[in-house]
């Protein structure tokens, strides 16, 4: 589709190069004091999904970022309303049906002012089409297959408003979380750590800064985020799937239309399929196949076949680049409060993606000194 295609997902490289860049200078500002990177990786993400969705000149970013993170906190919050919803009275004793319509119809009213506003951007007269394409954001795209009526049934604004809402809350949530998990195994494994660093340091020597254009080539680093959604999976279970005919799986007979949910934390940490399930180490990709796309079934942090993520070519750049400038510019030790431990704490928490129970805050301290020369774009 369009909306997620590799050419269209390289058209914001520069925003995540800023983006991230911003978050590297923000970061050697605070040397010496212990940084919440949890809160730093999050923010990163969410304003280059934003600035991706919305495009530059939007006047409702803050607007929807404020009510988008309460609307995020309410779904993956746990309500006793969800076990039992045939007993409606717990919707009321709780407060979460109220407070769920309220948030609701805050973010659609951002979402229609939005598409309004890009409505009225598109209907003005464009000087000239070359940069055109070039500059439209996704909103853009969703209302130019919109008027195009190119899938046949008519696309209406809800459904706009729903793509864009899913497309954010999952383009960011899914990335920081993963970036997050990614730099705390890495705390917890030195060596691993000092790898990945060797190798960013290597490939961008003293450019001083790390850019897009030879990411791909720190396969280090590219085994380090493999394993860490192994390990970690944003999504801990895949959206339920109906089985659309009777099957036999292992014995036991699934009905049709049996509602099925698969476990991905579980079948990555299967021993049957991965040699010390509980042991990060990213040397196990190096050598191996295994990709993101579904085509082993032991290793689906996306999903599998045609439902699988479409945001997949979307998220990564924003796993890769912060990851990439957070070892490039930075070595990370522990704050003095936490030094004792032997080790971070890893206790995951459940929401809409399996995240940290603990912000993870460090202390970073600077590779390279910083000057507007080691930091420029």
């Excluded at 004091?33 to 809160?39: E, G, H, I, P, W």
């Excluded at 999904?49 to 993956?76: I, N, P, Q």
């Excluded at 297959?145 to 706009?160: C, I, K, W």
Aim: proline share 5%; net charge neutral.
């Amino acid at each position: 589709m369009e909306l997620l295609s590799p050419r269209r997902v390289q058209s914001f490289r520069s925003i995540r190069e800023k983006e991230v860049l911003n978050m590297i200078k923000s970061i050697a500002l605070q040397e010496g004091s212990a940084v919440n990177l949890s809160k730093k990786i999050s923010s990163v993400t969410y304003s280059i999904t934003s600035l991706a969705a919305f495009g530059k000149g939007s006047k409702y970013h803050a607007k929807f970022m404020l009510v988008s993170d309460e609307a995020l906190k309410l779904l993956g919050g746990f309500s006793l309303a969800d076990m039992y919803p045939s007993v409606k009275v717990l919707e009321r004793i709780t407060g979460i049906r109220k407070r769920l319509e309220k948030v609701h119809k805050q973010v659609d009213e951002v979402l229609e002012n939005i598409l309004r506003e890009h409505k009225v951007k598109r209907a003005e007269p464009k000087p000239g089409s070359g940069e055109e394409a070039k500059d439209q954001d996704l909103v853009d795209v969703l209302l130019k297959v919109q008027s195009s009526g190119e899938f046949g049934a008519q696309l209406t604004d809800n459904n706009l408003k729903a793509v864009i809402f899913d497309m954010f809350s999952g383009g960011g949530d899914t990335s920081s979380t993963t970036a997050e998990w990614a730099i705390a195994e890495m705390i917890n494994n030195p060596r691993v750590m000092k790898r990945a660093q060797d190798e960013v340091r290597r490939i961008f020597g003293e450019r001083g800064t790390v850019d897009e254009s030879r990411i791909r080539d720190s396969t280090y680093l590219q085994a380090v985020i493999k394993e860490t959604l192994r390990l970690h999976p944003p999504a801990t279970l895949l959206p339920a799937r109906e089985c659309s005919e009777r099957c036999e799986i292992y014995g036991y007979e699934i009905p049709v239309k049996t509602r099925v949910i698969v476990n991905v934390w579980a079948v990555g940490r299967d021993p049957n399929y991965w040699t010390d399930p509980e042991k990060f180490n990213p040397e196990r990709f190096l050598d191996s196949q295994t990709d993101f796309r579904g085509t082993d079934f032991n290793y689906i942090p996306f999903g599998a076949g045609r439902r699988i993520c479409p945001g997949i070519s979307f998220a990564l750049p924003n796993i890769e680049l912060p990851l990439a400038q957070l070892l490039y510019h930075f070595d990370w030790k522990l704050p003095g409060a936490v030094v004792k431990q032997e080790q971070l704490d890893m206790s995951e928490t459940f929401g809409l993606t399996t995240g940290r129970t603990q912000d993870l805050e460090l202390l970073p301290i600077p590779y390279h000194p910083f000057s507007n020369n080691s930091v420029a774009c």
